[in-house]
């Protein structure tokens, strides 16, 4: 099902960003080595004086057959990397008072873990005594910064430039085309850019009414949040309108209070005080947001609060409230090979680090959330005679996470995109690509894909256009032997893909 897919797909490929981080460092020099592991706030152990071989990385048995020791780390005592040094730059710009405030003492790791703001129960920064969140910032800093501060400053992440030629009857997102060979070889985890975290195109109108109703009909199977999640979900509620507004500054705007927000897209007014941040979000962001939220008591992270409209097979109501390790208990292998090396990246993820990756899957029509029972679940059961390759659609959910910097909150966005399969008929290699999947990829992968009930449409399809594009010259032909399959350059896009997007949106 396809958000458990995703979940599979995150924790597989937050496993490698970690593993390929270890190897690489091992390929390097000793001062090489200690500046890339810095990079990801990895301490390297000192050296052995031994003369033997590197412990290996794979989990099979020592060699009197007892199973790996998994070293036990105290995650309560790990912090992610403080943002404290952006208070200097913020208070520069505050009142006298605030100044103050902003220009405190850095608190030591001991008083972070003596006065943690509470995961679990809600907070007033008016009233109470001052509570510090896992990045380091006080709730009477936080006060102090006030609503809508600089957070790209206070994350290091930049905001984005203004989108010239942007018209929302027109534009497209970018065409993802996360298809990778070897499959089980490959990792698809990038460095986010910071211009394209939230993309709006032509069906924004349609997916925010679609998304409305959805929550109309499903409550907090699509939408909920749990007493504690308040910073973080007005943090992100924040750093979402900020960044359309500086993304697509001609359409959506903030007043000069900050308190109401304006979309010239939907024609509305949002009163933001007024309602709960993911029912703005809600109202005006046509993306997926699941907040997992560092527990002070074990260092663990915990899924807090979302809004989540485009599952297949799962809902937010399920999952609120539990650890990774718990979200994570369909996923194979998870706990034996992948849960120490998740927990440690959550511990030390940095706020100036935000990745993007995207999967893929193929589906009848364009399904958003299916929750169980749905008639949408009859069509994988089954390969239709008379289905049409018009019907059949790339389902890609491109995918970002990050760290929050004053919460250190962290967040999971997604959003689903449908592209007709016939596109693929003028990308170069892409045809060849999926038919590889469809044909020699992993029995097991593919069904978990769910992609047999379209496969007797695809397949022929497929065979047709890279067949097309070795007879164009489209697909080189070097020495008698056509391209090996593989993993394009481009990816997650193919060759020319932006001539392509640029003329479908007319510039």
């Not at 730059?89 to 505050?94: G, I, M, R």
């Not at 009142?95 to 006065?115: C, H, M, Q």
């Not at 430039?161 to 929302?168: A, G, I, T």
Request: hydrophobic share 35%.
């Amino acid at each position: 099902m396809e958000m458990l897919k995703i979940s599979k797909d995150w924790a597989w490929g937050l496993f490698y960003v970690v593993l390929l981080a270890s190897a690489s460092a091992l390929a390097l020099s000793k001062r090489q080595r200690e500046a890339f592991l810095g990079r990801f706030n990895i301490r390297r152990r000192r050296a052995s004086g031994a003369s033997t071989p590197p412990r290996s990385f794979s989990p099979s048995n020592t060699a009197d057959d007892k199973p790996p020791v998994t070293p036990a780390l105290d995650h309560r005592t790990s912090f992610p990397p403080s943002r404290r040094e952006a208070l200097a730059v913020l208070a520069k710009s505050a009142s006298v008072a605030n100044r103050k405030i902003l220009t405190g003492t850095e608190p030591s790791r001991d008083f972070l873990l003596n006065n943690p703001l509470p995961i679990t129960r809600s907070y007033d920064l008016d009233n109470e005594v001052p509570k510090y969140t896992p990045t380091g910032f006080s709730t009477a800093e936080i006060k102090a910064m006030g609503d809508f501060p600089a957070y790209d400053v206070l994350s290091g992440v930049p905001l984005p430039q203004p989108y010239e030629n942007f018209n929302p009857e027109t534009a497209l997102p970018r065409p993802y085309r996360p298809i990778r060979w070897a499959y089980h070889q490959t990792m698809s985890l990038t460095k986010m850019e910071p211009d394209w975290w939230l993309e709006v195109e032509s069906t924004y109108v349609q997916r925010v009414n679609e998304r409305k109703e959805l929550y109309r009909l499903h409550g907090k199977m699509v939408l909920d949040y749990l007493p504690g999640s308040e910073l973080v979900c007005k943090e992100l509620m924040e750093m979402c309108l900020q960044f359309y507004c500086a993304r697509y500054p001609s359409y959506f705007s903030l007043s000069t209070d900050n308190s109401t927000f304006h979309n010239r897209l939907l024609d509305s007014t949002t009163d933001i005080k007024s309602m709960h941040p993911l029912l703005v979000l809600l109202n005006n962001v046509p993306e997926d947001f699941a907040i997992v939220l560092r527990n002070e008591k074990d260092g663990m992270y915990y899924f807090r609060a979302g809004t989540v409209c485009s599952s297949l097979g799962w809902n937010v109501s399920t999952k609120i409230g539990l650890q990774l390790k718990d979200i994570h208990t369909t996923v194979a292998d998870y706990k034996e090979k992948m849960s120490f090396s998740m927990d440690r990246y959550f511990t030390k993820m940095p706020t100036t680090m935000p990745i993007q990756r995207g999967s893929w899957s193929l589906e009848i029509d364009k399904p958003l959330f299916m929750p169980p029972g749905h008639p949408h679940e009859a069509l994988r059961s089954q390969q239709k005679p008379d289905l049409k390759k018009e019907d059949c659609y790339l389902r890609v959910d491109w995918q970002t996470l990050r760290r929050l910097p004053l919460s250190a909150g962290v967040v999971f966005n997604f959003k689903a995109l449908f592209t007709p399969v016939v596109e693929f008929r003028d990308e170069p290699y892409v045809p060849a690509l999926v038919l590889k999947n469809l044909k020699e990829g992993k029995k097991n992968l593919m069904e978990y894909k769910g992609t047999w009930h379209v496969e007797h449409i695809i397949i022929p399809l497929m065979e047709e256009y890279a067949r097309e594009q070795v007879e164009n010259g489209v697909v080189k032909v070097e020495d008698g032997k056509e391209w090996e399959v593989t993993t394009l350059e481009e990816s997650p896009y193919f060759s020319g893909w932006e001539e392509k997007w640029h003329r479908q949106q007319g510039f």
